[in-house]
């Protein structure tokens, strides 16, 4: 199973990047997937989660700025940020696991390498 993290970059503050997840080795559609982020000398903390049946969540700070969307066929997830902030830089990680409820507090089997996302000022 791989988990496959892109669309990081640089982009100034009140700019736009989307974020892919794609996956190899297991379908999304049966999983619980999520967005974490984790910036310098911070832990990582929850972003978005779309559960199997299409719910989303997301974290109160990232509310109304970013969405969570699946591609059933393209077999990704992708996240997408608007307004972006300076205190959204970090790397930003996807996650899938069987539970949602268990994905939502951070614990995966599953995690994708990374992609950095940098806000300027």
């Known amino acids: 199973v791989q988990l496959q993290a892109s669309g990081g970059g640089l982009v100034q503050a009140g700019g736009s990047l989307r974020l892919s997840c794609a996956a190899s080795?297991?379908?999304?559609?049966?999983?619980?997937v999520g967005w974490f982020r984790q910036a310098p000398g911070k832990e990582r903390e929850f972003v978005a989660i779309?559960?199997?049946?299409?719910?989303?969540y997301y974290a109160n700070s990232v509310q109304g700025r970013f969405t969570i969307s699946r591609d059933s066929a393209k077999n990704t997830v992708h996240l997408q940020m608007n307004s972006l902030k300076p205190e959204d830089t970090a790397v930003y990680y996807c996650?899938?696991?069987?539970?949602?409820?268990?994905?939502?507090?951070?614990?995966?089997?599953?995690w994708g390498q990374g992609t950095q996302v940098t806000v300027s000022s």
């Open positions: 779309s559960w199997r049946g299409g719910t989303t």
């Open positions: 080795g297991l379908t999304f559609g049966n999983y619980a």
């Open positions: 996650a899938a696991d069987s539970s949602g409820g268990r994905l939502s507090t951070g614990q995966s089997d599953y």
